[in-house]
């Protein structure tokens, strides 16, 4: 197996891709950590909605379902897993809109989006496509925009240190470098975002999930 796209698969590699729902179901406490993200996010009927690295549209539906009246976005770099979402939304009854695109580019005009939302995303990414993708965050995001993040964090103890090796073997050493040093937080600040804060912490199978938000200023 070797990495030749320009981004890390959902599970890792390609041939994993369809087993991604089951594991991260059973093993990150999902429904709990991505309602969660959800009630922070405050959505409001109207508001515009990106659910960025959207994978299988678990989280783009479940905003979907709870918020009809906003417009929600799902995009992801990976044409395969988003065919996975097209299908299961179709399984749930709901139309979704999707793009494909890489997030260091976004398909969208500045100060368009109410709240960017994204879970399980940024530990995919190596420094510089961080940096990227959180600057087309801030650009897209409306003044008083919100983004609210659930990814992997600082393990709280060794207990949820150890199991973190395994999503670092699959996903690699350098993206998640930064997640598993707490550094999220810094990438929000330096493009720019104010009022930026860790909310909550979920310990899981595999490691310590955290949640952050922060606003694009007025
Ligand atoms: C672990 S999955 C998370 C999926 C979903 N958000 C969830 O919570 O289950 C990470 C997703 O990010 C996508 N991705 C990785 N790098 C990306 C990039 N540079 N631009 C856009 N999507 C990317 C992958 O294709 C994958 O679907």
């Not at 179709?90 to 709240?115: E, K, M, Q, T």
């Not at 008083?144 to 240190?161: K, S, T």
């Not at 090796?165 to 720019?192: C, I, K, S």
Request: net charge positive.
């Amino acid at each position: 197996m070797s990495r030749r796209d320009p981004y890390v698969p959902a599970a890792g590699f390609h041939a994993f891709s369809r087993w991604y729902d089951p594991i991260v179901r059973l093993t990150t406490r999902e429904s709990a950590f991505k309602r969660r993200l959800l009630q922070q996010a405050g959505i409001e009927n109207g508001h515009r909605v990106l659910d960025l690295g959207c994978g299988t549209a678990t989280l783009t539906l479940l905003i979907k379902q709870m918020h009809p009246q906003a417009e929600v976005i799902g995009l992801d770099a990976d044409p395969t897993i988003l065919r996975l979402a097209q299908a299961k939304a179709a399984r749930a009854g709901l139309a979704l809109a999707l793009d494909c695109s890489l997030a260091s580019a976004l398909p969208y005009p500045a100060d368009s989006f109410d709240r960017v939302l994204s879970s399980l995303f940024f530990h995919h990414l190596a420094p510089e496509a961080k940096r990227q993708a959180v600057r087309e965050i801030f650009r897209v995001l409306r003044p008083r925009g919100e983004l609210h993040v659930a990814d992997w964090g600082r393990p709280q103890n060794v207990f949820m240190r150890l199991p973190f090796f395994l999503v670092q073997l699959l996903d690699g050493f350098t993206p998640t470098a930064d997640n598993l040093a707490g550094r999220l937080p810094e990438f929000f600040r330096d493009a720019g975002c104010a009022d930026v804060r860790e909310t909550s912490r979920f310990a899981t199978l595999f490691g310590t999930l955290a949640l952050y938000r922060a606003t694009k200023p007025a």
